[in-house]
């Protein structure tokens, strides 16, 4: 082990900055010459990936606890006093059903009230897109969440918004970084104790008046008819998160008069007790609500504990179905983009905003309506950065955002991924097919039928601690230095490389312009057929991971060739 590790992992077992608990735990690893775990939680700090911070709760400077929020909180105080007049716009704080998100997030209050920085902190759980929108309804510079989104629940993690609502993107990510890592000792923090900042009015509560607001919004952007919404049965699940806060609500508020809310898994629990990890892309998250069900019942629904993303099972033909991140965005944008144009609200130049491993058909799907298309790196922040961008310099209005995994958004009052308006949607679009005597399952056939049949899947791969992350490290290099000619048979056409910037053709030596993007670890394969398979490391978590879109005539000939592309590329 390092000396430098050890040192560092000294300092918090017996500097009294920190509190007895913290101190106990690291003089254990140390007593017990525990070096892997050591060097796991020592080695480095938590870094700002795709969803921020994000980290397991223990002590040490790669791992979630108070202190290090303390340190990121310190970085983003003085990112923020470097513009003076920033400082007086104050800073929202909100959290999940997490471990200790509370506390971590009292920890961030602290330190930001010490600074003379204004803080808005929910006094109850709220959902990630209540906290986006509160940002922008009082004007603050800055936003954090506490939470891991979709993550295990030894996780947590630590989220920062900026003044337009959306996640941080360079250059603010880096400055508050480097702020962040100019910090070396814990003693220089600010704060103030979170009584004192209550009693002063420094730190003030944010209550059920911000669920009216965004509420009257949402009313504002639904689309479909109350009428209409009264038949369908309903089984609705927020994974034990902050969901339950507003769906229900919403729900009521559009007429729906069958709802069923999953008992076992409305509470509030840090343990997630009732799934083996509340991310509503497992199929495993539906269990109870299918068991639930009634004859009657033709969508289930489920947010992840921030409620920032939406997935779905439809019933169809007496059977249940789960629709993909790929296929509830495709179809939540035609039924949007077709009420907007039957309305003669579709703007002459509306965009439509997604993500470099987001299925192609939405591409099309935009360009029927006459949409022009802008594509990003994987990251619901890039969504928004895009609109933002294109708001301000007058190039487009933005009209919808969606990424394969579970997330969209419309209109301009929230700056992330909303799973409460989602919600609201696929709810209306379910209840408008009924009444055609159809399901989703038919009206995906539709789109299929009009724009040719689309199969997109997602594999990943999980390398844990310090060594999987050099393990990840290595096969991406290796896809660089000895790239595949062929992939399931599919001849390899050219390789946009995000890292670079360029696009490679085989068989030539000089390489073309890339898509412009932010640099970023990601390999796209781009094969005969209109077929691509994605291969990236995740932002937020262990893993590599291998995004496949194809499309083809009928599903037998695309099924077939996608298995033939994991058969090759996976390891």
């Known amino acids: 082990m390092e000396p430098s590790i050890e040192k560092v992992a000294r300092y918090w077992a017996e500097s009294e900055i920190f509190d007895q608990s913290t101190r106990t735990e690291v003089q254990k690893l140390l007593d017990d010459h525990n070096e892997k775990e050591l060097i796991e939680r020592f080695v480095s700090p938590l870094e700002f990936g795709t969803g921020g911070m994000r980290g397991i709760i223990a002590a040490g400077i790669n791992r979630m606890n108070r202190y290090t929020v303390r340190q990121a909180t310190e970085g983003l105080a003085r990112y923020i006093k470097e513009n003076p007049s920033d400082s007086h716009s104050g800073v929202v704080i909100g959290y999940d059903s997490r471990h200790n998100s509370f506390l971590f997030a009292q920890a961030a209050g602290e330190v930001l009230a010490g600074h003379g920085i204004p803080v808005y902190l929910f006094k109850k759980l709220a959902p990630t897109p209540l906290i986006s929108f509160e940002v922008l309804q009082q004007k603050a510079v800055a936003g954090i969440v506490i939470t891991a989104s979709h993550n295990p629940p030894e996780y947590n993690g630590y989220k920062v918004y900026w003044k337009n609502g959306g996640q941080i993107i360079p250059p603010d990510d880096q400055g508050i970084i480097q702020k962040v890592r100019s910090i070396v000792d814990m003693g220089e923090i600010t704060s103030m104790d979170f009584e004192r900042a209550l009693k002063q009015g420094k730190i003030q509560w944010l209550t059920e008046e911000s669920d009216t607001r965004y509420l009257e919004i949402l009313d504002k952007l639904a689309l479909g008819n109350p009428a209409q919404n009264e038949k369908p049965g309903i089984i609705y699940t927020p994974l034990h998160g902050t969901g339950v806060r507003l769906v229900p609500t919403v729900l009521e508020k559009r007429g729906f008069q069958h709802v069923t809310l999953v008992a076992e898994q409305a509470e509030p629990d840090s343990n997630f007790s009732t799934v083996k990890s509340p991310n509503p892309e ?173 199969l997109d899947d997602l594999e990943t791969q999980t390398f844990p601690g310090v060594e999987g992350k050099e393990k990840i490290a290595t096969m991406m290099s290796e896809f660089r230095k000895n790239p595949p000619q062929q992939i399931g048979g599919k001849r390899l056409e050219r390789i946009i490389d995000c890292q670079d910037d360029v696009v490679i053709t085989p068989g030539f030596s000089e390489t073309a312009p890339g898509p412009g993007l932010p640099k970023s670890n990601v390999l796209t394969f781009c094969l005969e057929g209109d077929c691509r398979v994605v291969v990236r490391p995740s932002g937020t978590e262990p893993k590599i991971k291998y995004y496949f879109n194809l499309q083809g005539a009928n599903p037998e000939e695309v099924k077939g060739a996608l298995a033939q592309l994991k058969k090759d590329i996976l390891i």
Not at 285 to 290: G, N
Not at 320 to 335: C, P, Y
Not at 389 to 397: F, H, P, R, V
Not at 431 to 453: N, V
Request: proline share 3%; net charge negative; with cysteine.
């Open 282 to 454: 497992d199929p495993g998250v539906f269990e109870k609500s299918v068991a639930l069900a009634g004859p009657d019942d033709c969508l289930i629904m489920a947010n992840d504990p921030d409620a920032d993303r939406l997935g779905v099972m439809v019933r169809h033909k007496k059977e249940w179905h789960r629709l993909n991140g790929n296929q509830v965005g495709v179809l939540l944008l035609d039924d949007y983009l077709k009420n907007l144009q039957a309305m003669g609200k579709l703007p002459k130049d509306g965009a439509l905003v997604l993500t470099n491993v987001t299925s192609p058909l939405g591409k099309k799907v935009a360009h029927s309506y006459g949409l022009q298309v802008v594509e990003t790196l994987t990251g619901f922040k890039w969504i928004w950065a895009a609109a933002s961008k294109m708001a301000e310099e007058g190039t487009g209005t933005f009209v919808f955002g969606m990424e394969e995994s579970l997330g969209y958004l419309v209109g301009q009052n929230v700056g992330d991924k909303d799973g409460v308006w989602a919600a609201m949607a696929f709810a209306e679009l379910v209840a408008a097919l009924q009444t055609e005597g159809k399901t989703p399952i038919d009206q995906l056939d539709i789109l299929y039928q009009k724009f040719g049949y689309h």
